[in-house]
């Protein structure tokens, strides 16, 4: 069992989750992920991390509520155990001494791109952050990113903050950087990440994105997160979740991971009420 | 002890009840229903109580069978059960799933007239009926060593590892990645063949006997095993050979293309059949196809069968080649699972949507014996065909999971991704630590990868003795 220690909405419908894993904790680097579960009869699923303590033995995770399972851990209160958090699972994000390198975060990677432009920022590389979302109210962590980020934009679609618009604003701020970027590095949505690389691709900057496909075991055994790579087949998990956005076939991918759009529908059919209701009585004994 | 009784043989096997195939093929219980008391004491008493049993000689784990056997004909159902744990600590899932026919039973001296002794339905029956007692009898540990083990893997080879090393007296700590312990016993063997409530009383037992537990925890990710090596004197792999392997052929990345591993975890460990109640979602199909002919193909099949698809086999050679167990080929005969002989997929043919929509096949013939005896099969020329179907499940094997291969320095690692070790002791090239099981030998069985871990627990109780 693993306690969670705190759980809060960071901003609508994205919460940041901490729970205590010191194993895990003690062995994570950025760009790793860990599967978990929130409940007994739960389905497994993986989630990157946002943050850790090594200290404290303490994960940290900014999850998006999309369906049945975030659901259940958007409501877990501080106290309560989790059954499953294992990991770190997946390879570390490549921390080299590059240069210039532009991280990007959208969606639940303005979590997970933090820990990858802190530890960009330890090696000395010029660290230009760009995090994006719909509007200023879903972005996060802005003075947790200044503080790591020799530049930071943020980018939001109705212009409330920063560059109005899309990522396709990317080749704007590369050229007005004083020097060439030598890195891409964008964690988030399927679609930003495909989006970033189609638009890096004519500038020949490498770009690295964290693929997410479907997951269960997460350690190469059930061969469901399977994605084509320069043609070639491999497991997200345990040969990523990092690649090259340039090599990745984002079709297959967006189409993988729509498997069970039907079935996962079900779970928010329900209004729940029978469960809260259950849930009331079980705390007036 | 009487002398057996001079009498004429009887070559009757008895039979063991099972579910009809028409109810069977609709719910997930199990198939087999075992002996009734009497049954199993007249199957017992057909034994000759061989002076040199060649069943003992052909069982891996050398239970002492006619011993176990005559306390059944006796009634003594208590005795026969601790003799059977004398040697094997899972003797229900054994009696179950182990291939008798290849082992103990074919060696069986009444085998001749097609009445040999039914070894694996007794040993079942003893195991429940202890079950059944509800009262467990726990062995005496010996005082404490001192040592500690770590076992990597909740596998019957990890297992085995652990129950005969807390029973001499050493501390052990199964690690196992998954949530749950029990390795293929729990993901992979489905609950029509291997009720998942054996499977945990039979963990439950470890822990009773103070084996410590930590699941959700990868070795190799969590923690190496050198830095495991720090705190534990030695360590046993047991981590099986879990990788799936693909044919690399057109349209496998498709919707509805799952490999075995995935299909029958969905359905056991995540209980995907009691979706939406159980979280994991699964696909309703109508119509599955099963590529591969083993044990890992029927189960798949007979599954999909029993979530109301029309689900067929489709292997490259004949029914005479097929490497899964002929008993439980009968069983999803039975059942209705359609067997497509000497046919192999060339191509996946997906929808607009990227779902599998139908297969293209070749047909096949069969020439020459190839390297392991079977005839091997030769596609057709121009014999493409085109089946549709709404998925496809790949069973056609699995390989060591390279993860510990590829985190551990100094791990001598085979052709085939394997961990090299010893055969006789399970001794791998790095000081302290063992392996057994299939991620050894690649996909075997159960009772192998028991055997594999006695021998294992031998050498590092030797060991840890020595030190
Ligand atoms: C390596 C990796 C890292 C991830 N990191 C994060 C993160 O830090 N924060 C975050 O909010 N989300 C993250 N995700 C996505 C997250 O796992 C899914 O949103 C989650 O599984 C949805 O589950 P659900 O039951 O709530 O929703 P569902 O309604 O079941 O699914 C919604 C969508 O999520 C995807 N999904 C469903 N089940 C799985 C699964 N078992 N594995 C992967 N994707 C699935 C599907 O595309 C699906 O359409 C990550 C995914 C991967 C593979
Ligand atoms: C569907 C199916 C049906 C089968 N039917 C039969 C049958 O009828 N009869 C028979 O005799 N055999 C059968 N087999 C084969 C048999 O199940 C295996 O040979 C046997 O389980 C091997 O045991 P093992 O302990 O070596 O490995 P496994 O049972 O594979 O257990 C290995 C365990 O190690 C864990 N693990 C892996 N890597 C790590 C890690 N890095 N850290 C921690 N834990 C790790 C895994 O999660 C797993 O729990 C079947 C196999 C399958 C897949
Ligand atoms: S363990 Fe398997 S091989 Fe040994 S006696 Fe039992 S059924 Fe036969
Ligand atoms: S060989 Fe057959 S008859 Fe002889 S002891 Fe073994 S089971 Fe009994
Ligand atoms: S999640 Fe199962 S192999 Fe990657």
Redesign the interface.
Known sequence: MFKVISNEMVVPNIHLLTVEAP??AA?IEPGQFVIL?SEE????IPLSIADWDRDKGTLTFAIVNVG??TDKLASLRAGTDI???????GNATEIGEFGTVVCIGGCYGIGSIYPIARALKEKNNRVITIIEARSSYLLFWEDKYKQVSDKFVTITRDGSRGVRGHITHLPEILGGLPEPANRIIVNGCTFLMKHTSEISRPFGIKTIVSLNPIM??G??????C???IASK?KFAC?DGPDFDGHEVDW??LL??R???IR??A??LRTSKCEEHAANRRGNIV | MSEPVKRKIDYNRREMPKQLPQVRSHNFYEVALGYPPETAIEEAQRCLQCKKAGCVEKCPVEINIPGFVRCIAEGDFAKGIKILKEKNCLPAVCGRVCPQEEQCESACIMLKKGGQSAIGRLERFLADWEAAQGKLELPEIPKPTGKKVAVVGGGPAGLTVAGDLIKLGHKVTIFE???KLGGVLIYGIPEFRLPKAIVYREVEYLRMLGVEVV????VG???SVENLLREFDAIFIGAGA???W?M?IPG??L??V??A??YL??MNL??GFM?????????EHAKVAVVGGGNVAMDCARTALRLGAETRIIYRRSRQELPARLEEVENAEEEGVIFDFLTLPIRYIGDE??WVKEIEYLKMQLGEPDASGRRSPVPIEGSETILPVDAVVCAIGNSP???IPTSTKGLQIGKKGNIVADEATGKTSMEKVWAGGDVVTGAATVILAMGAGRKAARSMHEFLCSG
């Open positions: 194993a895990v062995q579960r009869d739960g389905e497994r049945g399972t059954p499953t958090v294992v990991g770190p699972l269960i075991d350690t190469g055994m059930c061969g469901v399977r994605v084509s087949t345990v079709a297959e189409q993988r729509k498997t069970y079935e996962e079900i779970p | 990645a998954l949530h699941t959700d925890f990868v990710k969590t923690r879990g990788l799936p693909f690399n496998e990345n919707n509805g799952y490999s591993n995935e975890t969905r995540m209980k979706f939406p109640q159980y979280q994991t979602p699964i696909k949507n990227g999971n390279p993860l």
